[in-house]
């Protein structure tokens, strides 16, 4: 049992503002913490975002995240460019990092133009949920089903059908 030690952190750019978004998040939370401690933070949108720039905005929103990660984190960052894993892979990357590695893990998702380089630098994995685009808001209930998913994998319990 990996509750007592072991947490999984979601760190997030700007509110979670749809309502059906945050009942699905919700949900999920509440049966991710059977099998672990699970976090959700989200970080207030840049002030005056809609004036700054793409790489001003980006390299901000870098900054309000990395002074958020603690030094022995994984970080993995929700990037479209990143790996692309089966939910079932993403059980076994979870199980073999719990297993082995004694570091808690934080998803960062960013803001809508992506992560400052200091963000890729510091990112431990990148991870991508799909080839489709997906809107900020609905990544968040995506990746909370497939961490919980990962978890039904991993303990062989009925909820995950191939």
Request: glycine share 6%; charged share 25%; hydrophobic share 35%.
């Amino acid at each position: 049992d990996n509750r007592g030690t072991m947490r999984i952190r979601v760190i997030s750019i700007g509110k979670t503002n749809i309502d059906f978004v945050k009942e699905g998040i919700e949900m999920y939370e509440q049966r991710i913490r059977r099998y672990i401690n699970f976090e959700w933070e989200e970080l207030q949108d840049v002030k005056n975002s809609a004036k700054l720039k793409q790489p001003m905005l980006k390299l901000t929103e870098g900054e309000a995240i990395l002074k958020r990660l603690q030094p022995n984190e994984f970080v993995v960052l929700l990037d479209e460019h990143g790996k692309q894993k089966s939910s079932e892979h993403l059980a076994d990357f979870f199980q073999n990092h719990f297993n082995y590695s004694g570091q808690n893990l934080c998803f960062v998702i960013g803001g809508a133009y992506g992560f400052s380089e200091e963000m890729y630098e510091r990112a431990n994995i990148k991870l991508g949920l799909s080839k489709m685009t997906f809107s900020h808001q609905l990544v968040r209930v995506i990746l909370c089903e497939q961490i919980y998913r990962a978890f039904t994998i991993i303990r062989c319990e009925p909820y995950h059908h191939a």
